[in-house]
């Protein structure tokens, strides 16, 4: 079955550090992959999604993500943290010929001043 | 703009009580899809719809049911509420199940605790 994998429940950052949230797949062919963000009391909205075009994919609030087929990763990366940028990270994946998501587990991102 | 809106924000049942959860969109989705959170597990796909009148089961329906009378409306349907189905309740919607690419639109959640 479809799947994604994000290591980390929980990642620590101090404002202005590198945010790393990883998240992995397993499919045997280059599903369509997508990073969703939900802050406290909130539904979830979309930062960003990979559909083959590109494998750097630029979403909303400065994050990026890197589609690599040779590791079945796609990592969300921010250069500097910033508090807002506290909340619930999900990663998500859809297999070709499927209309469902399959969700990760979450990432929850702590900043800290 | 995009709107999802699911009924309750909170809601408090009893063991056994039948306990229905409204969705609304406004966007003339086709898609519609119930998920439920809990910590550690993230998302699951407990039913989802891409017509009036259509349901397929996701990766955890039992203990569930839906009905989709009218394009706008997707309502959860909990028989006779355990205390094992307390957890976040999350209503997404999407315009067209054919493109992949497309993404979710979510409502806001409604958390039930079934006591």
């Known amino acids: 079955a479809q799947s994604v994998t994000q290591l980390g429940s929980h990642v620590s950052v101090s404002e202005g550090a590198l945010v790393l949230l990883r998240c992995n797949y397993s499919?045997?062919?280059?599903?369509?992959l997508f990073w969703y963000v939900q802050y406290p009391n909130q539904g979830l909205q979309l930062l960003l999604k990979?559909?083959?075009?590109?494998?750097l994919v630029k979403g909303i609030n400065g994050f990026e993500a890197e589609f690599k087929k040779s590791e079945t990763s796609f990592h969300l990366t921010k250069p500097s943290a910033h508090m807002s940028d506290a909340a619930e990270y999900f990663c998500?994946?859809?297999?070709?010929?499927?209309?469902?998501?399959?969700f990760g587990k979450g990432t929850m991102l702590l900043v800290s001043p | 703009d995009v709107k999802v809106t699911q009924s309750s924000r909170y809601l408090v049942k009893r063991t056994g009580e039948k306990v229905f959860l409204e969705c609304v969109q406004d966007?003339?989705?086709?898609?519609m899809f119930w998920y439920r959170q809990d910590p550690g597990l993230g998302l699951r796909l407990i039913y989802f719809?891409?017509?009036?009148?259509?349901?397929e089961k996701g990766d955890i329906p039992e203990g569930y049911s839906v009905s989709r009378e009218k394009k706008e409306r997707f309502s959860l349907i909990l028989e006779s509420a355990s205390t094992n189905q307390t957890s976040m309740y999350l209503c997404?919607?999407?315009?067209?199940?054919?493109?992949?690419?497309?993404?979710?639109?979510f409502g806001s959640g409604t958390q039930l605790s079934v006591l």
């Open positions: 997404a919607s999407s315009l067209d199940p054919r493109v992949l690419s497309e993404k979710l639109f």
């Open positions: 499919s045997s062919v280059p599903p369509y």
């Open positions: 990979y559909t083959s075009a590109a494998t």
């Open positions: 998500a994946v859809r297999k070709a010929g499927y209309s469902t998501l399959t």
């Open positions: 966007m003339d989705h086709e898609n």
């Open positions: 719809s891409y017509d009036v009148k259509m349901k």
